[in-house]
């Protein structure tokens, strides 16, 4: 429990706060009215408590500074909270002061009075040496009340005089207070001693007493009186603990609002040069009652099959404490444990909803059957209370919903000898799906593929039995087993409304064979090896893979002679055989278990076949015609001689030691054509990017190491890998680390590496550097390292037509796109 004080000033203008003389206790989560911690009103008038309840639900407990539990002027008081056992629950202190004190003060609320006077203290007066008159000082006739003078006895005027004892003053419910330097006297609005009187026209209840204090044989008197305006008018309903604001209340069982404000008027006045009184009024204004009827508002969306209902608008100080169905009466609690959605919201402007959810299967929605649609009913009464003071009001509301009776959509279909045909059939009118054909939504482009046809009660598709929607279920000697799925779906939750399989066997020549001994057959992917890549499938032979593949099929086309094809003999006929599998690596691999295809070819061999054939002279010799292409080279350094990881451009320039070995790797890019290659014509190193700068080091001419220094320079074989399809594209060199001398003590620390490449005709060399690369190697030594840049270029060079292509080439440790043309 937390609990917070906050002490008030005269120049706090906010409603709660405007009494200069109180102080507030701020506590939340607890009833406001709880019989363990709201005082009596008798009690509360005397002391001059009372409680508020703020738009926002807090409720705060106000105290004036001289309340009954007061110590001196400079508050510091101890408040318990005791529970309903007895115990204490909470403990909290506050101080508070006010220093700015009149002589007299009073304060007017609509719950009690109190005037509050300044008694004569021993030093409150500085008597004069010489006696002012025979008669003494008047002053002197003012006896100071010291801590010795205790009060007797009170006299109200009524005004005839009643005289009572202190105590007895009490047990009435009178406030009487000597605090300090000053004495308070309290009492409610309504009490037997208070008169009214008519003041300029304004009817006022008036306290007027004279407290007796005695002091062994000396007696005095302090009197003080108080005059506050009589409450006037007042507000129908029920509200005990209110606060300034919009308020809830219940009027003729109607539910009302009022606006209330609680001013405070404040005056000062002066009789003589020692005497102030400062007088505060506070009284509350309330707006006549403004009916303010419920709104149910109905948003259920009959689809949906549930009933949403809205109820509102109102303030904060409402809650729903319950929700009655027929005979059925629900806590909020139970609502949702029963499946029931009930929610409250609060806007910006602290109006207050209240939101419910019941879908039309519970037992409390009552339904009505007809020939095509249904009719659901709920009847309800929001139970609400309206705090702080837990008043009950109801408000009723029905629900009605009409809903069409559903009819789903329906798939159908058969088959011929190399199509599907679906048939979707429409349910009823606005019920909305999407077609799935395999695993692919049915879009624009899709059913044009697949002859989409549709009227007002169905759509067609007609799905061949290739098509990647189908899947291959077996596959026989002649026959294909396909199956199709279609599935419905309903928008936005992708829910199924429909399931469809269509499994069916289709014809197929999986085998050819040709007069001329060709023979062809297709391997087709199963959907139980999801796993298998047709492209890896091979005939006997591992070198003869397919001639098109996909990720579904595999065609092959070979020869008796060719691929590991076997022959034998029978009467009349030979039998040529071979047969479709995966390799035993690849199996193992790809962990996928699959069954050889096996191919059988018959021919007759007592059969003759007449050919007829004609021959024609060619009209004009075949000839290449000049283009130009682009292509594009990339040069680039590898970590080590495995050739698997290169530096990435952002590495440059690197850093070796002087003998380190660098790995040096060109490659033609983009070009799957291996009957061209590509070799090394020259290869050199400088100090700056200019390629024609010197000093200038030779490390390959005319495509060997440079016979100077050959061991510098050492060729790498490339092989087939992952990477490499085609070797002879692409060449490797190693190089040592050296470094340009600029005289005995300083060695330069950049180079720069150029290289002008030749494309050469693989399957006719003709000579020159693309007859070959050399092999060389030497060895180096390690020492200081190096940083280096990294440049490849390529020069035009003349040839002769139709033999050569050399390619002028510059760039910077990247990819490069080059123009060149026959020569």
């Keep these: 429990m937390y609990i917070y004080f ?72 101890n408040f318990l909270y005791w529970n309903e056992f007895g115990e204490v629950a909470f403990y909290g202190n506050g101080t508070c002061s006010y220093p700015k004190w009149s002589s007299r003060e009073i304060i007017c609320d609509p719950g009690f009075m109190e005037v ?65 330097s000053r004495l308070v006297i309290r009492s409610s609005q309504t009490a037997p001693e208070t008169y009214s009187k008519d003041v300029a026209g304004v009817s006022m209840n008036v306290l007027e007493t004279t407290t007796v204090f005695e002091k062994k044989w000396l007696a005095t008197r302090v009197n003080a009186a108080a005059a506050c305006p ?6 129908c309903g029920n509200k005990k603990n209110s606060h300034s604001g919009q308020l809830s209340y219940l009027h003729n069982d109607q539910y009302s609002t009022s606006y209330i404000i609680e001013p405070m008027l404040e005056l000062l006045w002066t009789e003589d040069v020692t005497e102030d009184t400062r007088y505060k ?33 109102f303030l904060s100080d409402v809650a729903l404490e319950s929700i009655t169905f027929g005979d059925e009466v629900l806590s909020i609690q139970d609502c949702r444990t029963r499946g029931f959605n009930v929610l409250e919201h609060i806007s910006l402007n602290s109006s207050k909803v209240f939101t419910l959810e019941v879908p039309f299967t519970d037992r409390v929605v009552q339904q009505m059957k007809g020939t095509v649609s249904t009719v659901y009913t709920l009847a309800l009464t929001f139970g609400l209370l309206v705090l702080p003071d837990y008043t009950p009001f109801s408000y009723s509301a029905y629900l009605e919903a009409k809903t069409e009776d559903i009819v789903p959509p329906s798939v159908s279909g058969g088959c011929d000898s190399a ?8 349910g009823s009118p606005g019920f909305s799906f999407h077609t799935i054909v395999g695993k692919r939504a049915l879009t624009r482009s899709l059913s044009q593929d697949y002859s989409f046809m549709e009227n007002s009660t169905h759509l067609s598709l007609v799905v061949p039995s290739t098509a990647p929607d189908v899947a291959i279920e077996a596959v026989k000697s002649s026959s294909i ?133 004609n021959t024609r002279p060619r009209r004009s010799e075949p000839y290449a015609e000049n283009a130009n292409g682009g292509l594009q080279v990339a040069m680039r350094i590898a970590s080590d001689d495995s050739y698997s990881t290169f530096y990435r451009p952002e590495d440059y320039p690197l850093a070796k030691y002087l003998s380190q070995p660098m790995y040096f790797e060109v490659e033609l890019m983009r070009s ?127 040839g002769t037509k139709g033999k050569t292509l050399k390619i002028l080439y510059y760039c910077i440790g990247c990819f490069f796109k080059v123009y060149f043309g026959m020569l």
């Excluded at 120049?11 to 009833?31: A, G, I, R, T």
């Design 6 to 77: 906050t002490c008030t000033h005269t120049q706090v203008l906010c409603l709660f706060f405007v009494l200069p003389h109180y102080f507030n206790l701020v506590k939340n989560n607890f009833l406001p009215d709880d019989p363990a911690f709201l005082p009596m009103p008798e009690f509360a008038a005397q002391c001059g408590f009372r409680f508020r309840t703020d738009p926002q639900g807090k409720n705060k407990f106000y105290g004036p500074i001289q309340h009954c539990f007061v110590e001196n002027e400079v508050i510091k008081r």
């Design 116 to 180: 509050s006077v300044k008694r004569a203290a021993p030093n409150d007066y500085d008597l004069p040496a010489q006696q002012l008159t025979k008669f003494g000082d008047p002053r002197r006739a003012a006896e100071p009340l010291g801590p010795e003078f205790h009060m007797v006895s009170m006299v109200f005027y009524t005004p005839e005089e009643t005289i009572m004892k202190v105590a007895e003053a009490q047990e009435r419910g009178y406030r009487i207070g000597n605090i300090g």
């Design 230 to 235: 009589k409450p006037e008018g007042k507000v």
């Design 281 to 313: 009024v506070l009284f509350p204004i309330a707006t006549p009652l403004k009916d303010q009827p419920p709104q149910v508002i109905d948003n259920t969306v009959p689809e949906e099959r549930v009933f949403k209902v809205l109820l509102g608008y």
């Design 419 to 426: 199509n599907f045909f679906i048939f979707v059939k429409y």
């Design 481 to 613: 087993k396909a199956r199709l799925d279609v599935s419905l779906r309903k928008p936005g939750s992708y829910a199924v409304v429909e399931e469809f399989t269509l499994a069916c066997n289709f014809p197929s020549a999986l085998t050819e064979c040709f007069p001329n001994g060709t023979m062809t057959a297709l391997a087709v992917k199963l959907e139980s090896v999801p796993n298998l890549n047709p492209s890896q499938l091979t005939l006997r032979d591992p070198s003869c893979g397919p001639n098109y593949s996909d990720d579904r099929y595999a065609f092959f086309v070979f020869t008796g002679n060719s691929c590991g094809t076997t022959r034998r003999f029978f009467q009349n006929v030979m039998l040529y055989e071979n047969e479709i599998s995966l390799p035993d690596e690849l199996e193992v691999a790809t962990q996928s278990k699959t069954e050889a295809i096996k191919i059988s070819c018959y021919y007759d061999t007592n059969t003759t076949h007449a050919v007829a054939f």
């Design 672 to 798: 799957l054509n291996s009957q061209v290659s590509l070799e090394l014509e020259n290869c050199w190193a400088t100090q700056n990017e200019d390629r024609t700068s010197t000093p200038r080091w030779n490390l390959i001419i005319n495509g060997c190491a440079n016979p100077v220094d050959s061991s510098q320079v050492v060729f790498h074989p490339v092989w087939v890998d992952d990477r490499v399809q085609h070797p002879s594209l692409v060449k490797r060199f190693e190089v040592q680390m050296f470094a340009f001398a600029e005289n005995k003590d300083h060695l330069n620390n950049r180079i720069y590496v150029h290289c002008d490449v030749v494309i050469c005709d693989a399957r006719n060399p003709l000579g020159g550097v693309c007859a070959g690369q050399c092999s060389q190697q030497a060895q180096g030594t390690k020492g200081k390292t190096l940083k280096i840049l990294y440049y490849l270029t390529l020069k035009q060079a003349q």
